[in-house]
């Protein structure tokens, strides 16, 4: 993982999960129970996608890149998703728990150093 990768797969990310968040929440029946799981393979898919393209990682800049998204993706939230849709989303646990399928998708799903030296 170099800066660039870095700095242009945490900005896609951010847009991408308001952009997401903001569909599902606003514009779909967020009541239903399918619409909140479709919501979070939704993220999931984004997410795994762009940390792979993130490269072969190591645990410590995988738990690195995990805080530094969710913590930016908390932030994103508070600042732009709740101006659009609402604080109401706030008393949700749907909401929150977006965080937790990001952290665990993450830490998950990376490309794991060990494995890609095994293979080779």
Not at 26 to 33: H, P, Q
Not at 75 to 81: G, K, Q, S
Not at 94 to 105: D, E, G, Q, R, S
């Amino acid at each position: 993982m170099n800066l660039k990768k870095f700095i242009l797969g945490t900005v896609i990310v951010q847009i991408l999960m308001v952009v997401i968040k903001v569909t599902f929440i606003k514009y779909l029946n967020i009541e239903s129970w399918v619409v909140i799981i479709l919501m979070w393979l939704v993220l999931m898919v984004v997410v795994i996608a762009a940390e792979r393209r993130q490269g072969i990682l190591n645990y410590l800049e995988d738990f690195l890149l995990t805080i530094i998204w969710t913590v930016l993706a908390i932030v994103i939230d508070l600042l732009i998703t709740i101006q659009i849709v609402g604080t109401d989303v706030l008393r949700t646990r749907y909401f929150w728990f977006t965080y937790a399928v990001l952290l665990v998708t993450m830490v998950v799903f990376h490309k794991k150093e060990h494995i890609a030296n095994r293979q080779s």
